[in-house]
């Protein structure tokens, strides 16, 4: 079982967004997925009960227990974990539960500064395990044609963790199908959205299959 954490304490970063396309694509590819909402706010938890009988499990765990919780669920090939903003306590947890870390970024000075806290969380567990945990950045909700999202990866090199070449685009079909408890993958397979998602999840399994 591998775990994946999709953290950033910022709020509005894409974070659940990410998780449940994510855990959406790892499904459709025949995967056994759980995705653990672990905002109190619940998000993750409001976007799969708009449908009855969702085709994702989801699960809330937001207490900072998850790395003890998770060994009492059974074993699914990937868990997904959906961060809670602000919260460093539940930060630590997931970060402590997981194998690999996907932080997303918005192109925005204001949120690369604010990733600092949670990157130096991240390296202190990567020091602890030697390595193994593994770590790094996506660029989320990046606008088409500014040139701030192009020199982004560039400013997030300074902190040290790998940039992933596939970006996230702000896209209005993201909050329009989570509106309905969908995702991109399922409701405009063939768009440029969908292909993107592809694109990362593809990126993360290579890089967990190093």
Same mark, same amino acid.
């Given at each position: +079982?591998?775990?994946?954490?999709?953290? $950033?304490?910022?709020?509005?970063?894409?974070?659940?967004?990410?998780?449940?396309?994510?855990?959406?694509?790892?499904?459709?590819?025949?995967?056994?997925?759980?995705?653990?909402?672990?905002?109190?706010?619940?998000?993750?938890?409001? #976007? =799969?009960?708009?449908?009855?009988?969702?085709?994702?499990?989801?699960?809330? +765990?937001?207490?900072? *227990?998850?790395?003890?919780?998770?060994?009492?669920?059974?074993?699914?090939?990937?868990?997904?974990?959906?961060?809670?903003?602000?919260?460093?306590?539940?930060?630590?947890?997931?970060?402590?539960?997981?194998?690999?870390?996907?932080?997303?970024?918005?192109?925005?000075?204001?949120?690369? #500064?604010? *990733?600092?806290?949670?990157?130096?969380?991240?390296?202190?567990?990567?020091?602890?395990?030697?390595?193994?945990?593994?770590?790094?950045?996506?660029?989320?909700?990046?606008?088409?044609?500014? $040139?701030?999202?192009?020199?982004?990866?560039?400013?997030?090199?300074?902190?040290?963790?790998?940039?992933?070449? *596939?970006?996230?685009?702000?896209?209005?079909?993201?909050?329009? *199908? =989570?509106?309905?408890?969908?995702?991109?993958?399922?409701?405009?397979?063939?768009?440029?959205? =969908?292909?993107?998602?592809?694109?990362?999840? $593809?990126?993360?399994?290579?890089? +967990?299959?190093?």
């Amino acid at each position: +079982m591998k775990v994946i954490a999709v953290l $950033n304490q910022k709020g509005g970063a894409g974070k659940t967004t990410l998780a449940t396309h994510l855990a959406t694509a790892l499904r459709l590819t025949g995967h056994t997925v759980l995705l653990i909402d672990s905002d109190p706010q619940g998000s993750a938890r409001d #976007w =799969a009960a708009v449908r009855d009988d969702h085709p994702l499990s989801v699960v809330g +765990m937001d207490r900072p *227990t998850i790395e003890r919780d998770l060994k009492s669920i059974a074993p699914v090939d990937f868990v997904i974990i959906d961060g809670a903003p602000q919260a460093a306590d539940l930060a630590v947890s997931a970060i402590k539960a997981s194998d690999f870390i996907l932080i997303p970024v918005q192109p925005s000075p204001y949120d690369i #500064w604010a *990733t600092s806290d949670l990157v130096e969380l991240v390296k202190q567990r990567i020091e602890i395990t030697d390595g193994k945990l593994q770590a790094v950045f996506v660029v989320s909700r990046a606008i088409t044609g500014t $040139n701030i999202g192009k020199e982004i990866s560039g400013i997030l090199a300074g902190y040290e963790l790998p940039v992933l070449e *596939t970006k996230i685009h702000q896209r209005v079909d993201y909050p329009g *199908t =989570a509106a309905t408890g969908s995702t991109i993958l399922e409701d405009f397979p063939k768009s440029e959205g =969908a292909k993107e998602v592809l694109e990362l999840t $593809n990126e993360i399994l290579s890089l +967990m299959s190093k």
